[in-house]
């Protein structure tokens, strides 16, 4: 039993894991870039790791990897090929992004799952918004962050964000949201968010939603 509950986990926070890129879904964006982050998920009553990893050929094509690990071990891992289209103007960018996934049985069986994402982003003097609509395997789903850049002039700055997460599955369908806390400092990176179940009608979900995530690029 308690191994069904954290494959169910699993699948589900494979779903969050799908919406967001590494690193803190904005780094690197430079020719050769590379970066690492752990992700750390508290939900329904259990804790899942991350580990994820992403190399950046150029800005437009990127390639992504995440694990999961949970008390039960190795989950499935999601590999992930993110395609943008940059718009860079003297005081913001914007970029849409599409991202074709696959979600591998390295936590055994042998299914394998196809996703697909597409996404908008855009930062301005002190204004940050993310937007992306995602499915993978039977879950589909909303993400939404927006919220205000206090950036220090000196490699620094902060982005207190609001995220909605919608997510529709064959087990019903939920709606969490609640506050995100980002910081960069050259090339350390680290995001908080916490999010309240607004909306649950979903079978396999109870409860709230907390991650701690720590990134560093190169």
Do not use: C
């Amino acid at each position: 039993m308690n191994g069904l509950l954290i494959a169910l986990l699993l699948g589900i926070t494979s779903t969050a894991a799908l919406a967001h890129q590494p690193v803190v879904d904005m780094a690197p964006r430079w020719n050769g870039g590379y970066g690492f982050q752990t992700r750390v998920e508290h939900a329904n009553s259990d804790t899942i790791t991350w580990l994820e990893g992403v190399y950046t050929f150029k800005p437009a094509v990127r390639m992504t990897l995440k694990i999961p690990y949970g008390r039960d071990g190795l989950g499935n891992s999601i590999f992930a090929v993110p395609l943008k289209q940059y718009k860079n103007a003297a005081q913001s960018t914007s970029n849409w992004g599409l991202t074709p996934s696959v979600r591998v049985p390295t936590g055994g069986g042998n299914d394998w799952d196809g996703g697909l994402s597409l996404s908008y982003s855009s930062e301005s003097v002190g204004i940050y918004q993310l937007y992306d609509v995602h499915f993978l395997g039977d879950r589909r789903g909303l993400d939404i962050n927006v919220g205000t850049v206090y950036p220090d002039g000196r490699g620094s700055a902060w982005f207190t964000l609001w995220d909605v997460t919608a997510v529709d599955s064959d087990s019903g369908q939920r709606i969490l949201t609640g506050p995100v806390l980002v910081y960069f400092r050259r090339n350390i990176a680290a995001r908080l968010e916490y999010k309240l179940a607004a909306y649950d009608h979903d079978d396999e979900w109870s409860g709230n939603y907390l991650s701690f995530t720590l990134g560093i690029v190169y």
